[in-house]
């Protein structure tokens, strides 16, 4: 269950990575939030828990979102496919059997709760955009919230950083994405930089408003109100 891996890229062994689940339609009850199963990732296995996003459970033939929070560290992600076992009363009397399985979506490497929009939003977000190179960098991108170098956002979307160089050229061709002119290398997402510009003049203007006979604020002072 070893994965070979240059050591300089994108992989890191994980516990925790957020996924999304889809359940055998034969189960006979419904898989409880945090029950604890087997879970199994290319050739690697280990026990997991799985921490419900979506409400408390789920019932068998439905997917929802969830966070697999693992015994032992596994190098998995985004987009790997993975199964989950256990045992569940009235099925296979009770014996180990096939639950489930699905598609790794994020390895945030924090703990999430549940039924949070804005997660939910992010992860359905790249759920859509795994499949599509240059949709996974643009998201990789706008998720970061600042300017990332090609290396940064590399291993943020855990994909060659060749790959991402031309799929981030092509954002940049369209407009999606700015190279810095002041930090060569450094791109930053359209609507993150509008996200910026607009809390700098919201905070400028609050506080012209509080010190009308200040000439302006210093960089520090900007930098903590945007921050």
Not at 97 to 106: M, N, S
Request: aromatic share 4%.
């Amino acid at each position: 269950g070893k994965v070979i891996a240059d050591p300089n890229g994108s992989f890191e062994p994980m516990t925790m990575a957020e996924a999304e689940l889809r359940l055998l339609p034969h189960m006979t009850e419904a898989l409880k939030d945090y029950a604890q199963v087997h879970l199994h990732v290319g050739s690697a296995q280990t026990t997991a828990k799985v921490a419900m996003l979506e409400g408390r459970d789920a019932q068998g033939g439905t997917s929802t979102l969830v966070q697999l929070r693992m015994a032992d560290s596994l190098a998995v992600s985004a987009g790997e496919r993975f199964v989950i076992r256990g045992s569940m009363s009235g099925l296979c009397d009770g014996r180990l059997t096939t639950l489930g399985g699905g598609r790794i979506i994020q390895t945030c490497g924090k703990k999430l709760r549940r039924n949070r929009p804005w997660v939910i939003d992010s992860l359905r977000a790249r759920e859509q955009a795994i499949d599509d190179p240059v949709k996974w960098c643009e998201v990789n991108l706008y998720e970061g919230e600042e300017a990332l170098t090609l290396a940064q956002l590399a291993t943020r979307s855990q994909r060659r950083q060749d790959n991402i160089e031309q799929c981030l050229r092509l954002l940049v061709s369209q407009g999606l994405a700015l190279e810095l002119p002041a930090e060569a290398g450094r791109f930053i997402h359209r609507n993150v930089l509008d996200k910026v510009l607009n809390a700098t003049l919201e905070c400028l203007g609050t506080f012209h408003d509080a010190n009308p006979l200040r000439e302006g604020m210093s960089m520090g002072e900007l930098l903590t109100a945007v921050r």
